[in-house]
Each structure stands twice: as structure tokens, then as C-alpha cells.
């Protein structure tokens, strides 16, 4: 079963723009994890945030985590043509057996 | 730059063939997972292991797969007999407790 929700399931802007992915869960985590995947690729690891992080930042991505409303939010700032590729977010579940469960994706299509 | 191996990376196999897919941890990861992943079920997580222990298969059909860490260097999926229904790409991922989850390239399996 899904335990995350990406929101929007597609998204399509222009090489420049922003790009704003949002993600909500159902139980309590300890961490957050986001992932690209290109067509027909494996999933790439891009940013952890933990339970007592609000915002974390790698390069041109920007994560925030807001543990009351149970959701997460990805910003690609300056999108580029080769941040086409689709973005899941994954929870790690708290108590022993955690497992990490993704959520549907969000499919990004960025244009010149 | 320590990744996840799985072997092989594409498998064409007749419905009622045994398959059997092997993957290598990334070094010191004490957490290994198996998914799945199709157009219409998305990523499926099949079974998990802590330290070499099985944590929960209960994604798994229990009845035809079976997983298993004979080593800490190695992780395998079983599936027999195979059915048509199990063409998917099957990932490994590995990643230290609460940290980071990094993902393989998948094996692609097709059952004709």
C-alpha cells in the first residue's frame, strides 16, 4: 500500500522556472526521502530530511517538512531540461521494523 | 562511490521457469530492501531484511517468491514457477539504519 501521495502527478513548465512537488503521509516517520527516476532508469537518492528537520537544502533543490500536516514539500529552483524525470517521495516509519514506503510520483516534464 | 549490484539486469524467462535474482549491499548497510515496479502498481515493497533477518515479506505472493540473505554481501529473490503477471523491474536498495536508502539498477524481468 501507498503511503505517500505526490502532488501534482504531472507537472509541466519551462527551463528557468520553479518546480514545486508536494508529498502527504499517513503515519509518523522518521525520515523523508525524495528520489528521481529518468524513463526507464533506477531511482537516484536526492535528499534526506529527519523528523526534526523543517527545511534542508542540496544545490538546487529545496525540501521542507511539515510533521503536523504530515507533508513534505521538493522545489527544483531554475529547472533544466535535464530535470525531466519523475519525483518519489518515501517515508522511513517509526518503530523498529521501519520500512521505507513510496508514494505514486510526480511526473516532470521540463521544456526549452 | 559504493553502489548496489543486481544481477542480471534483464531476464526473458517462459511462464513456469524458476528465476532467480542476486544483489550486493552496499558495504556496512545493514538494511536491504526489494521492490517492485510496474506502470499500474507503482513500487511495490516485497520484503525487507535488518541485519540479515527478514523483517516483513508480506508484499511478497508467499506461495511462488521467497527472499533471502544467505550472506551480508549478498541478497536474493526467488520466484518460482514465475507467471506472466510477474514482468516488472525488480530493485535491490540498501542503506545504514535511518539513513539514506540507496537504490540498484534493477533487474527487468519479462515472462513470456
Known amino acids: 500500500s501507498q503511503q505517500g501521495e505526490e502532488d501534482p502527478q504531472a507537472l509541466s513548465i519551462q527551463e528557468g522556472e520553479n518546480a514545486t512537488m508536494n508529498c502527504s503521509y499517513k503515519?509518523?516517520?522518521?525520515?523523508l526521502q525524495w528520489y528521481r527516476q529518468n524513463s526507464g532508469r533506477g531511482l537516484v537518492h536526492l535528499i534526506l530530511?529527519?523528523?526534526?528537520?523543517r527545511e534542508k537544502h542540496s544545490g538546487r533543490l529545496r525540501v521542507t517538512l511539515d510533521t503536523s500536516k504530515k507533508s513534505s514539500s521538493l522545489l527544483i529552483t531554475a529547472s533544466r531540461a535535464a530535470d525531466t524525470a519523475s519525483y518519489f517521495c518515501?517515508?522511513?516509519?517509526?518503530?523498529?521494523?521501519?520500512?521505507?514506503?513510496f508514494g505514486t510520483g510526480t511526473r516532470l516534464q521540463v521544456t526549452l | 562511490d559504493a553502489r548496489v549490484t543486481q544481477t542480471p539486469r534483464h531476464k526473458v524467462t517462459e511462464m513456469g521457469q524458476e528465476v532467480t535474482m542476486r544483489c550486493q549491499p552496499i558495504?556496512?548497510?545493514?538494511?536491504v530492501f526489494w521492490y517492485r515496479q510496474t506502470m499500474m502498481q507503482g513500487l511495490e515493497l516485497l520484503a525487507y531484511?535488518?541485519?540479515?533477518?527478514?523483517?516483513?515479506d508480506s508484499g511478497m505472493p508467499k506461495d511462488r517468491f521467497s527472499a533471502e540473505m544467505p550472506d551480508a554481501t549478498l541478497a536474493t529473490l526467488k520466484i518460482q514457477p514465475s507467471e506472466p503477471r510477474d514482468s516488472a523491474v525488480y530493485f535491490c536498495?540498501?542503506?545504514?539504519?535511518?539513513?539514506?536508502?540507496?537504490f540498484g539498477p534493477g533487474t527487468r524481468l519479462t515472462v513470456l
Open positions: 536498495a540498501s542503506g545504514p539504519l535511518g539513513g539514506p536508502v540507496r
Open positions: 503515519t509518523s516517520i522518521n525520515n
Open positions: 530530511i529527519r523528523s526534526n528537520e
Open positions: 518515501a517515508t522511513d516509519g517509526t518503530g523498529t521494523a521501519s520500512k521505507l514506503t
Open positions: 558495504l556496512g548497510h545493514n538494511t
Open positions: 531484511f535488518r541485519n540479515r533477518a527478514p523483517l516483513d
